[in-house]
C-alpha cells in the first residue's frame, strides 16, 4: 500500500447520461449545416457545354481538347456557380444547329459549328457591369479546328489567365477570372444594403443558446455529481 487514495471516477446517472448524449446530437446536426452554409461560396465563370437532341450536356474536356465535328453546336455560359459541373446554369437558347447555320454554306476544308453565348444574368455581372445580349452565331473553321479556335473564330477577343482558363469572350468581363464569391451576396451590386445578408451568414443566435444549455446541463450535472460524492 502506498498511502495514496484511490482516485473516485466520476460518475453520472444513467438517466441524465443520456439526456445530455440526445442534446450533444441534436445540436451537432443542427449547427452541421448552418455552419457549412455559412462557409459556402460560388464562383463567377465562363461554362463550357455540348449541345444536342436532348439539350445542353456540361463538356468533360476544355475548349482546347475538343475537336467539334460539322453539324456540333458548343455553348457557353457565364455565370455564378458552386461546384462548375453539372448543377451549373445551362445557356438559355436550345441547341439548334439548322437554325444557327441556315445561312451558312459549307465549304471545303471547312466545317460548320453553331456557337452559343450566354453572358448570363444582371445577378451573375461583377460589380459595375452589364451583360451582353444572348447571341448565336455559326462559325466555319478548318476541319481540325478545335473548340477553342472556333470560338476565337467568331467571339473575338478573348482572355485568359496565366493557367489557361478562359476568363472572358467577346472581352466580358471586363476583369477577374474564376474569382470567388460568397454566397448569397449579390454579385451584380457594389454597394448595396447588408440587412438582407446577415440573417444567413452563420448559425442562428437560437442554435447558439441550445448550444449554451447543454454546456450549462454538463456542468450542473458535474457539480451535483460531485455534491452527491462528497456528502457520502
Known sequence: MTGRAPRARLLLPAPRVRLLLTLLAA????????AGASSAAEYRYWSFWKGGADGWAYQQVGPAGNVPADGAVDGWRFAL?????????RPGPAPDFAAVCADTAPGGGHKRVAVVLDFGTAQDAPGGEQPPAVRSVCASVPTAANSAEVLAAVAAPLRYDSGAMLCAIS?????????????????????GSSGG???NSGPSLGLYAGVGAVVLLGAGAVWQARRRRTTR
Open 27 to 34: 445540436c451537432t446536426v443542427l449547427l452541421g449545416p448552418a
Open 81 to 89: 456557380s458552386p461546384d462548375g459541373g453539372q448543377d451549373a446554369p
Open 171 to 191: 472581352g466580358y468581363p471586363h476583369a477577374g477570372c474564376g474569382e470567388q464569391v460568397a454566397a448569397g451576396a449579390n454579385a451584380g451590386s457594389t454597394g
Open 197 to 199: 445578408s446577415t440573417s
